[in-house]
């Protein structure tokens, strides 16, 4: 009886040890969010049996995997991991964390090209937002979204309105994003001086604050300012550090975007473009994860080198009906 008492003991102190590691190892996922979501994914991808954890550390693991997927461009695990989360929909961790959820599912949807479907994620996020921080975040995800309806003064507004929000919650990071997504409207507007102006203000905003996934967001686009107004000095500054953030980075559209910048800088200096880099080139066109981006590339880079690209086809608008969603489109928690 001693005996079978104390496997039974040993076994229930092995399960708690086993459930406060899994607890730890999530919440150093957790803590690695905003400075090295690239990290976090390592993190959260070492813990073996992920089906085994209870209920609250599977909503848990799957919450810093969507939060890490975003900044990271890895959709099919953000998609994926909120398949999951939604499952326990009626889970009190999901109810606290609804409004990243709603809001990791519009930014999927914006870029998948749900956009009717994104607004109702995004202002289903904006119902259920307790805080003024919740609401800055979500109005620069609104502002995005008007950016890709192409209601380019909607956005331009609600990004005045988000920069006076960041400046008196003294939010530089977000101010950052907001500077980086100011300077995407002004590049697309023609305004390339404005769109210096902005990228500059980003990138010295994420090195404040050590964000590396804004850095090379913001280091890419400054890089594409110099390739259009041929700051070749310039561009041969940024692009090493840039490009060395970015390879430890697994965002393939950023790198995808590089390559392009890279190429047309060597076909500037005199370099021929080879039939494998024309290849290289159309495979990373096909990664970009913007078509609004993919115009830019057209406009500024493809023709410059005789690339001729494949016409893409434009979809027409599709809704998104998982079963799951009926919830966000009833937004009732």
């Known amino acids: 009886m001693r005996l079978a008492g104390f496997i039974l003991l040993l076994?229930?102190?092995?399960?708690?040890?086993?459930?406060?590691?899994i607890d730890e190892k999530i919440k150093e996922a957790e803590d690695y969010l905003r400075i090295d979501p690239s990290r976090s994914l390592t993190i959260l991808n070492a813990i073996p049996h992920i089906h085994a954890m209870t209920n609250a550390q599977q909503v848990r693991w799957h919450i810093a995997?969507?939060?890490?997927?975003?900044?990271?461009?890895?959709?099919?695990?953000?998609?994926?991991?909120?398949?999951?989360?939604?499952?326990?929909?009626?889970?009190?961790?999901?109810?606290?964390?609804?409004?990243?959820?709603?809001?990791?599912a519009g930014i999927w949807l914006r870029k998948h090209d749900y956009?009717?479907?994104?607004?109702?994620?995004?202002?289903?996020?904006?119902?259920?937002?307790i805080n003024e921080r919740q609401?800055?975040?979500?109005?620069?995800?609104?502002?995005?979204?008007?950016?890709?309806?192409?209601?380019?003064e909607k956005a331009k507004a609600l990004y005045v309105k988000?920069?006076?929000?960041?400046?008196?919650?003294?939010?530089?990071?977000?101010l950052a994003i907001i500077e980086n997504n100011q300077g995407m409207i002004a590049l697309e507007e023609g305004n390339i001086t404005l769109a210096e102006q902005h990228f500059r203000a980003a990138l010295a905003g994420y090195q404040n604050v050590d964000k590396r996934s804004?850095?090379?967001?913001?280091?890419?686009?400054?890089?594409?300012?110099?390739?259009?107004?041929?700051?070749?000095?310039?561009?041969?500054?940024?692009?090493?550090?840039?490009e060395i953030l970015a390879q430890a980075f697994p965002n393939t559209a950023?790198?995808?975007?590089?390559?392009w910048l890279n190429t047309r800088f060597r076909h500037m200096q005199g370099d021929p473009l080879s039939e494998q880099e024309n290849k290289m080139l159309l495979s990373a066109y096909d990664q970009l994860d913007d078509?609004?981006?993919?115009?830019?590339?057209?406009?500024?880079?493809?023709?410059?080198?005789?690339v001729e690209l494949p016409k893409r086809i434009t979809s027409k608008p599709v809704r998104f009906n998982r079963p799951w969603f009926e919830k966000v489109k009833q937004c009732d928690w």
């Open 11 to 21: 076994g229930l102190i092995c399960n708690s040890a086993t459930a406060t590691t």
């Open 65 to 104: 995997a969507m939060r890490a997927a975003v900044p990271t461009g890895n959709n099919k695990l953000l998609i994926d991991s909120l398949e999951v989360v939604f499952h326990h929909h009626k889970h009190p961790y999901f109810i606290d964390k609804l409004v990243s959820i709603t809001s990791g």
């Open 115 to 129: 956009l009717q479907d994104a607004q109702l994620s995004f202002e289903c996020s904006y119902k259920h937002a």
């Open 135 to 152: 609401r800055l975040t979500l109005t620069n995800s609104l502002a995005l979204l008007a950016r890709q309806l192409n209601d380019l």
């Open 162 to 174: 988000a920069k006076k929000m960041a400046r008196l919650a003294d939010r530089k990071n977000l």
């Open 214 to 242: 804004g850095q090379i967001s913001a280091g890419v686009n400054l890089l594409f300012v110099f390739v259009i107004q041929q700051q070749w000095i310039n561009f041969q500054r940024l692009y090493r550090p840039t």
């Open 254 to 259: 950023k790198q995808s975007l590089l390559l």
């Open 291 to 306: 078509e609004r981006v993919r115009a830019l590339v057209t406009q500024h880079l493809a023709g410059a080198m005789d």
